[in-house]
């Protein structure tokens, strides 16, 4: 049989490695800035048209290239980084691999001009899918610009797989964030769409941080310094108040390279311990600096993982140096690393002052009147109202009331079980609610028992309210006597700026958008004002996190996140006329049997069932 194996043309293998190296627009935003970077660009320019589908373009003031490298830096492994394998173990850049430009230039339209220092005039050259369409001398400042069109022109495959520009405009920024964060002194400008997004100076590490996560960030962060034989450390981490519900703002650099590592993350996190709300997230900004020979960054195509020689002294070195920064700065009650943990008392013990015990007095019990009916209970929510979390309750009270009062008007709208469950029959079986380990609630229904998973059956029921809200009414609006000003990170304002008139139609007036905060005016009414940051906080956390899916829809998505923020949690204790209300709520729900994630809010065992286990 004749020989069957050939070697793949270049083209191809620059595509197949072209999938490795760039994955969405934020990859090649981060090859070209690092490339910047290794060429000593003292300023760099990074311009995007929609979130870097249309346009990614770098310009850098660095050393430049000569013509004949300006050709070659689009070959496979074509390298000035490294010359030896021994380099690998010795690396000061941050490219070695070569891979980038070939493989970007094989899956886009790339336009290269660059200039050395010395030269008088430069190089341009365009690149179609690995094609030199055209090469010419050009005048061109010192220095490089590369514009990377059209992403994936060649594999509609991978363009389609793209996400919204939201989300990839977060991720272009997140690498931005990375790149610029770890070089402070390099000055970094971003435009997206023709609107300036940062311009950072050259600056310390500290301003590098403010200018990038907005002024609020200086009163938060304590410096962290280390300097021991095997590790440097130097930068910042936040002060335990302002920790965060999402994991935002955690960066860890090694040799000035982005890293991540669960590992050192935990040695922070346990440093942080007792200090923190459990679910809360401490930003930290912290460069480490280590030995080259000691780490090997070759593990990861992408290199954001990084093996350490000596990964236990590291994680014990940075969870005392940040412990120390927390306790210098007062901020930790414990000094002394000696002694045993578990004498410490835990942070938030004097605020635990003890309960001091609530008499609970029912106004409304009148001793000769035994026949109070659900109206009663009703009225006497609303007064509770004010107090809790019963007021997220209040949209929908209308519809819970009406339940009530004339359970035989409700149409269920979907097959789903509730129809078999509560048949004609079923106000004469709800005799009784019980709540379990205030986590779910038991009922009797004709064929057994239901159970029901309050967390989830109350995000349904808002769910279904908001999404309501948000298409068909408009939810009305709490006015705020004075306005609040929350403060975010550019990209979060960016996200808020684009759910602005869905955040409308729930209750939500925003003022005021800075490039940093916002101002509010009205939230909705079921939302207590302490409550709003962390919502908002959720909301934008859910949307950078969206799934690929085609029926993604941005209502849809606000809906859930406000429900998972806003539903009563597990160990909440809910009194009587709560627990019937959320059922009977549920059940009027179009598809009660499913949290809005798809999870099941309910399960029921028949009499039978229950029998057979007493067998
Ligand atoms: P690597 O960075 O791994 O060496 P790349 O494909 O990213 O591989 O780049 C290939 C070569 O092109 C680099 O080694 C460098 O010599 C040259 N080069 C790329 N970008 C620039 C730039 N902005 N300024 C100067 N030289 C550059
Ligand atoms: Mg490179």
Same mark, same amino acid.
């Given at each position: 049989?004749?020989?069957?194996?050939?070697?793949?043309?270049?083209?191809?293998?620059?595509?197949?490695?072209?999938?490795?190296?760039?994955?969405?627009?934020?990859?090649? /935003?981060?090859?070209?800035?690092?490339?910047?970077?290794?060429?000593?660009?003292?300023?760099? *320019?990074?311009?995007?048209?929609?979130?870097?589908?249309?346009?990614?373009?770098?310009?850098?003031?660095?050393?430049?290239?000569?013509?004949?490298?300006?050709?070659?830096?689009?070959?496979?492994?074509?390298?000035?980084?490294?010359?030896?394998?021994?380099?690998?173990?010795?690396?000061?850049?941050?490219?070695?691999?070569?891979?980038?430009?070939?493989?970007?230039?094989?899956?886009?339209?790339?336009?290269?001009?660059?200039?050395?220092?010395?030269?008088?005039?430069?190089?341009?050259?365009?690149?179609?899918?690995?094609?030199?369409?055209?090469?010419? /001398?050009?005048?061109?400042?010192?220095?490089?610009?590369?514009?990377?069109?059209?992403?994936?022109?060649?594999?509609?495959?991978?363009?389609?797989?793209?996400?919204?520009?939201?989300?990839?405009?977060?991720?272009?920024?997140?690498?931005?964030?990375?790149?610029?964060?770890?070089?402070?002194?390099?000055?970094?400008?971003?435009?997206?769409?023709?609107?300036?997004?940062?311009?950072?100076?050259?600056?310390?590490?500290?301003?590098?941080?403010?200018?990038?996560?907005?002024?609020?960030?200086?009163?938060?962060?304590?410096?962290?310094?280390?300097?021991?034989?095997?590790?440097?450390?130097?930068?910042?981490?936040? *002060?335990?108040?302002?920790?965060?519900?999402?994991?935002?703002?955690?960066?860890?650099?090694?040799?000035?390279?982005?890293?991540?590592?669960?590992?050192?993350?935990?040695?922070?996190?346990?440093?942080?311990?007792?200090?923190?709300?459990?679910?809360?997230?401490?930003?930290?900004?912290?460069?480490?600096?280590?030995?080259?020979?000691?780490?090997?960054?070759?593990?990861?195509?992408?290199?954001?993982?990084?093996?350490?020689?000596?990964?236990?002294?590291?994680?014990?070195?940075?969870?005392?140096?940040?412990?120390?920064?927390?306790?210098?700065?007062? =901020?930790?009650?414990?000094?002394?690393?000696?002694?045993?943990?578990?004498?410490?008392?835990?942070?938030?013990?004097?605020?635990?002052?003890?309960?001091?015990?609530?008499?609970?007095?029912?106004?409304?019990?009148?001793?000769?009147?035994?026949?109070?009916?659900?109206?009663?209970?009703?009225?006497?929510?609303?007064?509770?109202?004010?107090?809790?979390?019963?007021?997220?309750?209040?949209?929908?009270?209308?519809?819970?009331?009406?339940?009530?009062?004339?359970?035989?008007?409700?149409?269920?709208?979907?097959?789903?079980?509730?129809?078999?469950?509560?048949?004609?029959?079923?106000?004469?079986?709800?005799?009784?609610?019980?709540?379990?380990?205030?986590?779910?609630?038991?009922?009797?229904?004709?064929?057994?028992?239901?159970? =029901?998973?309050?967390?989830?059956?109350?995000?349904?029921?808002?769910?279904?309210?908001?999404?309501?809200?948000?298409?068909?009414?408009?939810?009305?609006?709490?006015?705020?006597?004075?306005?609040?000003?929350?403060?975010?990170?550019?990209?979060?304002?960016?996200?808020?700026?684009?759910?602005?008139?869905?955040?409308?139609?729930?209750?939500?007036?925003?003022?005021?958008?800075?490039?940093?905060?916002?101002? =509010?005016?009205? /939230?909705?009414?079921?939302?207590?004002?302490?409550?709003?940051?962390?919502?908002?906080?959720?909301?934008?956390?859910?949307?950078?996190?969206?799934?690929?899916?085609?029926?993604?829809?941005?209502?849809?998505?606000?809906?859930?996140?406000?429900?998972?923020?806003?539903?009563?949690?597990?160990?909440?204790?809910?009194?009587?006329?709560?627990?019937?209300?959320?059922?009977?709520?549920?059940?009027?729900?179009?598809?009660?049997?499913?949290?809005?994630?798809?999870?099941?809010?309910?399960?029921?065992?028949?009499?039978?069932?229950?029998?057979?286990?007493?067998?």
């Amino acid at each position: 049989m004749a020989d069957i194996i050939q070697l793949l043309p270049d083209h191809v293998a620059n595509q197949i490695a072209a999938g490795e190296v760039v994955q969405r627009p934020a990859s090649v /935003v981060k090859e070209l800035l690092e490339n910047a970077i290794d060429a000593d660009a003292t300023k760099i *320019k990074l311009i995007i048209k929609d979130a870097g589908k249309t346009l990614v373009q770098v310009i850098d003031d660095g050393k430049g290239m000569s013509t004949t490298d300006a050709r070659l830096s689009f070959e496979r492994h074509a390298t000035s980084k490294i010359r030896t394998a021994d380099d690998l173990f010795q690396l000061h850049t941050k490219g070695f691999r070569g891979e980038a430009l070939a493989s970007i230039a094989a899956i886009a339209h790339v336009e290269l001009r660059t200039k050395q220092a010395q030269d008088e005039v430069g190089t341009s050259i365009i690149i179609e899918g690995s094609d030199v369409v055209a090469q010419e /001398v050009v005048v061109t400042p010192k220095g490089t610009s590369i514009s990377v069109k059209n992403l994936f022109f060649n594999i509609p495959a991978r363009r389609n797989f793209l996400k919204s520009n939201t989300v990839e405009l977060r991720h272009v920024i997140d690498e931005f964030h990375r790149v610029a964060l770890a070089h402070p002194t390099i000055a970094f400008v971003l435009y997206n769409n023709g609107s300036e997004l940062f311009n950072l100076h050259e600056s310390n590490y500290r301003q590098r941080i403010v200018n990038i996560f907005g002024n609020k960030t200086n009163e938060k962060l304590v410096p962290v310094i280390e300097d021991t034989e095997i590790l440097k450390i130097s930068g910042f981490v936040g *002060k335990p108040e302002f920790a965060k519900k999402t994991r935002g703002e955690q960066y860890f650099f090694v040799n000035n390279r982005f890293i991540k590592s669960a590992y050192l993350n935990h040695s922070i996190v346990s440093a942080f311990d007792g200090l923190l709300k459990p679910g809360m997230h401490p930003s930290y900004f912290l460069n480490l600096t280590v030995n080259p020979q000691s780490i090997d960054i070759n593990i990861h195509p992408t290199k954001t993982e990084i093996k350490f020689d000596d990964e236990h002294a590291l994680y014990a070195l940075l969870r005392s140096a940040v412990k120390h920064s927390l306790g210098q700065f007062n =901020i930790a009650p414990v000094l002394d690393f000696e002694r045993d943990p578990n004498l410490d008392v835990p942070y938030n013990y004097n605020q635990n002052a003890g309960n001091r015990p609530v008499i609970e007095i029912d106004r409304n019990f009148n001793p000769f009147n035994d026949q109070r009916n659900s109206q009663t209970h009703t009225t006497t929510y609303k007064k509770e109202a004010a107090t809790g979390w019963e007021n997220l309750y209040e949209g929908l009270e209308s519809k819970g009331t009406k339940t009530q009062q004339d359970f035989s008007e409700v149409h269920f709208e979907s097959e789903s079980n509730s129809k078999i469950l509560f048949d004609d029959k079923y106000l004469d079986t709800v005799q009784t609610t019980y709540q379990l380990h205030n986590k779910y609630i038991v009922s009797t229904i004709k064929s057994g028992m239901l159970l =029901i998973d309050q967390q989830r059956a109350h995000q349904r029921v808002l769910y279904e309210n908001l999404l309501e809200q948000l298409t068909v009414e408009g939810a009305s609006s709490q006015q705020l006597l004075f306005p609040l000003t929350l403060h975010f990170s550019t990209p979060e304002i960016e996200i808020i700026k684009q759910l602005k008139e869905d955040l409308k139609h729930t209750g939500f007036i925003f003022s005021n958008l800075t490039k940093e905060s916002v101002e =509010i005016t009205g /939230v909705p009414v079921s939302i207590p004002e302490s409550e709003v940051s962390i919502i908002l906080e959720q909301l934008i956390s859910d949307v950078e996190n969206e799934v690929p899916d085609s029926n993604f829809s941005i209502t849809d998505l606000l809906a859930k996140s406000l429900a998972k923020s806003l539903a009563i949690k597990t160990g909440q204790p809910l009194k009587k006329n709560e627990q019937e209300h959320l059922v009977n709520s549920l059940f009027a729900c179009k598809e009660p049997n499913v949290s809005p994630t798809n999870r099941s809010t309910f399960i029921t065992m028949s009499v039978d069932e229950l029998d057979k286990k007493f067998i």
